[in-house]
């Protein structure tokens, strides 16, 4: 925005020094050219911001289908603990003998699927935290890209209102010095008359010198 300002204020300088020539398509083009170029880097910002978002976006899915893989595999071992218990129910139906002979070999076995669920339990924890922690993180880097936008909005629309004021003054200023080099121009081309005017008042008064110049000779020795 300053350096807009300060080109605005150079051309208005450079038309009244007489260093250069402006009409209105040229300031309009040097100011339009310019609003373009500001115009470019700010769709470019929101581009590259979009981009950002969208990418955002797409972890968030995929962190929540993770999430849901995650949740699937708690309720699977949810449900083997059940049939675990079912089938301890079923034990106390079968002889004694069988038990007995069966309990250890069964309760060696259920202790080491129950250690490997506990692990794999653990395991899935461990990782539903991390993808949740990873979500998180995300979501805070969407709040963030979302502020920077807004902000950017803002400073956007608040350039937008402050170029206006400026443009419409340098319009004022290029309209007065339209009119003060119109001026200009006049009392030149006056001027000009004049001296065509003294000139050959001159010239005619050399004529009429020389002429009195003869006459008193003619006068004095004739």
């Known amino acids: 925005m300053p350096q807009l300002v300060y080109i605005l204020w150079s051309i208005?300088?450079?038309?009244?020094?007489?260093?250069c020539e402006l009409t209105w398509?040229?300031?309009?083009?040097?100011?339009?050219?310019?609003?373009?170029?500001?115009?470019?880097?700010?769709k470019s910002k929101e581009h590259s911001m979009s981009r950002q978002i969208s990418d955002l976006m797409e972890t968030v899915t995929a962190t929540n289908q993770q999430l849901a893989t995650f949740e699937q595999r708690l309720s699977d071992v949810a449900k083997c603990s059940q049939q675990l218990s079912i089938f301890e129910k079923k034990l106390d139906d079968m002889d004694s003998q069988v038990i007995g002979i069966a309990t250890a070999e069964i309760?060696?076995?259920?202790?080491?699927?129950?250690?490997?669920?506990?692990?794999?339990k653990a395991t899935s924890q461990s990782r539903f935290d991390f993808v949740r922690k990873m979500q998180e993180t995300a979501q805070s880097h969407i709040y963030f890209v979302m502020t920077a936008a807004n902000e950017m909005q803002v400073r956007i629309s608040d350039a937008a209102q402050e170029i206006k004021p400026a443009f419409n003054e340098t319009a004022k200023l290029l309209l007065q010095t339209g009119a003060i080099k119109k001026n200009q121009d006049e009392v030149l081309k006056r001027v000009d008359g004049i001296d065509i005017k003294l000139n050959k008042t001159r010239v005619r008064t050399f004529n009429l010198e020389q002429d009195m110049s003869v006459t008193v000779y003619n006068i004095t020795y004739i």
């Open 12 to 19: 208005i300088f450079l038309a009244n020094s007489g260093q």
């Open 107 to 120: 309760g060696r076995r259920m202790s080491l699927f129950r250690r490997g669920l506990e692990q794999e």
């Open 25 to 42: 398509g040229k300031v309009y083009n040097l100011l339009s050219s310019r609003l373009d170029n500001i115009v470019f880097d700010v």
